[in-house]
C-alpha cells in the first residue's frame, strides 16, 4: 500500500528507514539505521497484543472499554487504559500504543526518533517538528502543518478520518488529530472525538469533549472547508 503521507513530518538531519512486520508497517526517522532494533520491538508489541487476543477473542472486536487486567502485557495495559479514558474499545489504541512501544524502544539507541504507523506518530526531538495535516477532500488537506515544540516532547500525535483510510469511524470528520503524551491516550481519543462529528455543528460539542478529557495537550478538528481547535496548537501553513 502507498503511504503517501509519509515523508510530511518535516525533520531534518536524521536517517529515514521502514519496517514492517505482518500488519504493522513503520516509517521511522532517527540518527542511523536502527531496522534490527525496530523490528524487534514491533515482534514484541505484536506478540504481547496477538498473544492476549487469542486468550479473549472478544478484545479484537468489542467496541466498547475493556476491563482493566493487571495482568495483561505491558501495551495491552496501555492499550486498555488508553479506551476506557476515550470510552472506546481497546483496539482503537493498537497504532499510537505500537508507534511508541517502538519509538520509545529506539531512544535507548537514538537521541531523537520519529515513529509513524498508519498516520499515528511518536515524536522524540531537540528541535520542534512540523506535522502535515492531510483530511481527504477538505480544501484544508495539506494546506496546513502542527507544530510540535520540543518542549512538549517525547509526545504522541493521532489521527481519525471518517472519509479517508480503513480505520472504523461513526463520524463524518476528515480528520481529527489529537496530541498527547500517551500514544493509546491520543490514538482512542482521536477515535472517540471523530466518532462526534457528524457535520459542523458538532465541533464545538467536540471541542468541549476533548478539554474533559485531562491528557489531551491539543486537538484539531477539520470538517471540508471549517477547522476548530484547542489546547497547545500551533498551525503553520505549509508551501
Given at each position: 500500500m502507498q503511504?503517501?503521507?509519509?515523508?510530511l513530518?518535516q525533520?531534518?538531519?536524521l536517517?529515514?528507514?521502514?519496517?514492517?512486520?505482518k500488519?504493522?508497517d513503520?516509517?521511522?526517522?532517527?540518527?542511523?539505521?536502527?531496522?534490527?532494533?525496530?523490528?524487534?520491538?514491533?515482534?514484541?508489541a505484536?506478540?504481547?497484543?496477538?498473544?492476549?487476543?487469542?486468550?479473549?477473542?472478544?478484545?479484537?472486536?468489542?467496541?466498547?472499554?475493556?476491563?482493566?487486567?493487571p495482568?495483561?502485557?505491558?501495551?495491552?495495559?496501555?492499550?486498555?487504559?488508553?479506551?476506557?479514558?476515550a470510552?472506546?474499545?481497546?483496539?482503537?489504541?493498537?497504532?499510537?500504543?505500537i508507534?511508541?512501544?517502538v519509538?520509545?524502544g529506539?531512544?535507548?539507541?537514538?537521541a531523537?526518533?520519529?515513529?509513524?504507523?498508519?498516520?499515528d506518530?511518536?515524536?522524540?526531538?531537540?528541535?520542534?517538528?512540523?506535522?502535515?495535516?492531510?483530511?481527504?477532500?477538505?480544501?484544508?488537506?495539506?494546506?496546513?502543518?502542527?507544530?510540535?515544540?520540543?518542549?512538549?516532547?517525547p509526545?504522541?500525535?493521532?489521527?481519525?478520518?471518517?472519509?479517508?483510510?480503513?480505520?472504523?469511524s461513526?463520524?463524518?470528520?476528515?480528520?481529527?488529530?489529537?496530541?498527547?503524551?500517551?500514544?493509546?491516550v491520543?490514538?482512542?481519543?482521536?477515535?472517540?472525538?471523530g466518532?462526534m462529528?457528524k457535520?459542523?455543528?458538532?465541533?464545538?460539542?467536540?471541542?468541549e469533549?476533548?478539554?474533559?478529557?485531562?491528557?489531551?495537550?491539543?486537538?484539531?478538528?477539520?470538517?471540508?472547508?471549517?477547522?476548530?481547535?484547542?489546547?497547545?496548537?500551533?498551525?503553520?501553513?505549509?508551501?
Open positions: 503511504r503517501k503521507y509519509r515523508g513530518v525533520g531534518q538531519g536517517v529515514h528507514f521502514n519496517v514492517s512486520v500488519q504493522t513503520l516509517w521511522i526517522a532517527a540518527e542511523s539505521r536502527l531496522e534490527r532494533e525496530a523490528r524487534d520491538l514491533a515482534l514484541s505484536r506478540q504481547q497484543v496477538e498473544t492476549y487476543i487469542a486468550q479473549h477473542p472478544l478484545f479484537l472486536t468489542t467496541l466498547v472499554p475493556w476491563e482493566d487486567d495482568f495483561a502485557p505491558p501495551i495491552v495495559r496501555q492499550m486498555i487504559q488508553g479506551g476506557r479514558r470510552g472506546v474499545g481497546p483496539m482503537a489504541a493498537v497504532a499510537g500504543a508507534a511508541q512501544w519509538g520509545e529506539l531512544l535507548r539507541q537514538s531523537e526518533v520519529v515513529v509513524e504507523n498508519g498516520g506518530i511518536f515524536l522524540a526531538s531537540k528541535r520542534s517538528l512540523t506535522v502535515a495535516l492531510l483530511a481527504g477532500q477538505s480544501p484544508l488537506s495539506g494546506k496546513l502543518g502542527l507544530v510540535i515544540p520540543e518542549s512538549i516532547m509526545v504522541s500525535v493521532c489521527s481519525s478520518s471518517g472519509t479517508i483510510g480503513h480505520s472504523l461513526e463520524g463524518r470528520a476528515d480528520v481529527v488529530t489529537v496530541v498527547a503524551r500517551s500514544g493509546s491520543a490514538d482512542a481519543a482521536a477515535t472517540a472525538l466518532n462529528v457535520g459542523a455543528k458538532e465541533l464545538r460539542e467536540v471541542v469533549r476533548a478539554k474533559a478529557m485531562e491528557e489531551i495537550l491539543g486537538v484539531v478538528i477539520i470538517h471540508h472547508e471549517t477547522l476548530a481547535t484547542w489546547g497547545q496548537v500551533e498551525l503553520r501553513a505549509l508551501s
